[in-house]
């Protein structure tokens, strides 16, 4: 199971963090999509739990800072200088044994979080 917190509304320019615990199942890879309505999903970030290795949506990179906390089993984004184009349900995504071409591929992901509202207003 996972479960994000964090979302909500923000102007451009500022920062929130997403948080992405997971529970029960034991996933080595987490990962970041957003979607907005009519629109398919979109990667946005991913990070291998043993080691910290990433991957980035170029529409993101040096704005966006995906880590994570072993211990606690949770991963977070750190989304600064948010645009209003960022705006989109954010899903956190676990799953296991990803070579770093498939970290942004959708359907390497066994489990899904129910998604958070993250609203940049202009």
């Known amino acids: 199971q996972l479960v994000e917190s964090g979302g909500g509304l923000v102007q451009a320019g500022g920062s929130l963090r997403l948080s992405c615990a997971a529970s029960?199942?034991?996933?080595?890879?987490m990962g970041w999509f957003r979607q907005t309505p009519g629109k398919e999903r979109e990667f946005v970030a991913a990070i291998r739990l043993i080691n910290g290795g990433t991957r980035y949506a170029d529409s993101v990179k040096g704005r966006f800072t995906m880590s994570r906390d072993n211990a606690r089993s949770t991963a977070y984004l750190q989304m600064n200088t948010l645009k209003p184009e960022d705006t989109a349900v954010y899903y956190c995504a676990a799953a296991n044994n990803l070579i770093q071409s498939s970290m942004a591929s959708e359907d390497r992901y066994a489990a899904w979080g129910q998604g958070t509202q993250v609203t940049v207003s202009s």
């Open positions: 029960g199942r034991t996933f080595n890879t």
